[in-house]
């Protein structure tokens, strides 16, 4: 082969930083002399069936670094959900463009997508090298210490929680906020992060990792408030009973499903919402709030971990040097080496394609509904430099002089 030609597509939810990826791969493919041409699929692998590309390599170095250090997928993304038909139709339009390195930027399932392209390859014996780069606010990728895009929507949760405590404890009562990860509740756990003092919130936190008892719930909501008057709880959007259903689905009657027929688990408000009613009506509470953080987390511009961004960089960057240099397809992966430095390795798709990674039982507390100091040793360094901190007064009391 020879054309010189690749392709970078990104797929999947937005991020704060997966743009730095794209343009990682960019800029580092045009320091190569075998590259003479950069393309990026608009909108994901859609793009690529509908043969919808964009010539990077006449973007200028300057504006692709403008555009590396802002929020959400430049190139567009897709929820398409390939199968093998799908991918077939991709294989052959990267054979008819003379691609020769097909770059793709996601989570589970875009790995997947790439695992399937590469099998298509090697059995046309067409010389394709396919790298699928990781991305995910969940950091549900197996085989990873951390997914770039989780710690910036990790030091986001983590500032709101902060923000919330706050407000919660000039107005007390009681606050649930339901936060994204599907499966996983590392982006839930997050919101410890906000805490500084002992009586800070979030107070409670709910995984999916742990099984979700609503009589249970209740109660220790109900013994937080007794406690300090108000209460702040951290709930993921994947809780769910001993049998796996999840939690919206048993409390509501009319559910959302998404494109691939997943109940719908945030973006409609309604777990927190059925929650903050169960506890007005069961407690008797009668200030209770609760939001759901949605898309807000994904990519807020304003709150960015620059270690995110650095590592979203370098997994990009690596991912041309793993194509140009290796001999094999694969998925990158970071590896943490110290504390705080990391690695990169490439792993073969089938131990990334098709898994999920859920959080750890060492960094869940024994009462299943807090984090250890492990997890925080582990997500502090990620949420990068500049996190905001909050003060009290020392407040000196006046003595009472008026009768009563």
């Not at 043969?51 to 997928?73: G, I, K």
């Not at 997943?262 to 408000?269: D, E, P, R, Y």
Request: aromatic residues 8%; proline residues 4%; contains cysteine.
């Amino acid at each position: 082969m020879g054309s010189g030609k690749i392709l970078v597509a990104q797929g999947g939810g937005p991020t704060a930083v997966i743009n730095q990826s794209m343009v990682g791969v960019a800029l580092e493919a045009r320091r190569h002399h075998r590259v003479e041409r950069v393309y990026g699929a608009r909108h994901g692998v859609r793009g690529i069936v509908d043969e919808d590309f964009v010539d990077l390599t006449q973007e200028t170095s300057h504006n692709l670094e403008l555009v590396a250090a802002t929020p959400s997928s430049a190139l567009g993304s897709t929820r398409d959900k390939p199968d093998a038909k799908y991918c077939h139709a991709i294989f052959e339009v990267l054979r008819a463009h003379e691609i020769e390195h097909f770059f793709y930027i996601g989570g589970n399932d875009s790995s997947d997508t790439v695992r399937i392209v590469s099998e298509e390859a090697h059995k046309a014996g067409y010389p394709l090298r396919a790298i699928h780069i990781p991305k995910t606010i969940d950091n549900d990728l197996v085989g990873n210490d951390h997914t770039p895009g989780f710690p910036s929507a990790a030091r986001f949760v983590a500032q709101a929680f902060a923000g919330v405590n706050l407000d919660n404890a000039a107005l007390p009562g009681v606050y649930v906020g339901v936060v994204m990860g599907r499966h996983a509740g590392f982006l839930t756990a997050a919101s410890a992060l906000g805490k500084k003092f002992e009586d800070d919130g979030p107070h409670l936190i709910y995984l999916p990792e742990r099984t979700f008892d609503l009589a249970q719930f209740l109660a220790d909501v109900k013994a937080t408030y007794a406690r300090f008057g108000r209460c702040v709880v951290a709930v993921s959007e994947g809780i769910h009973d001993a049998s796996g259903t999840p939690m919206l689905s048993l409390l509501a009657r009319e559910l959302e499903h998404d494109a691939h027929g997943n109940v719908q688990l945030s973006g409609t408000g309604a777990l927190a919402d059925l929650l903050c009613e169960e506890i007005r009506s069961k407690l008797g509470i009668k200030r209770v709030r609760g939001d759901t953080f949605g898309y807000l987390q994904r990519s807020f511009i304003g709150c960015v971990s620059d270690v995110d961004q650095r590592e979203a960089r370098e997994v990009g960057e690596k991912a041309v040097q793993f194509a140009m240099w290796g001999d094999r397809d694969g998925s990158v992966a970071i590896r943490r080496t110290g504390f705080y430095s990391v690695d990169y390795t490439l792993l073969p798709l089938t131990d990334v394609a098709g898994r999920t990674r859920v959080m750890e039982d060492a960094f869940i507390s024994a009462s299943g509904t807090d984090v250890t100091d492990a997890f925080r040793l582990y997500l502090r360094p990620l949420l990068g430099s500049g996190m905001p901190d909050a003060f009290r007064l020392r407040a000196a009391p006046v003595p009472r002089r008026n009768p009563r």
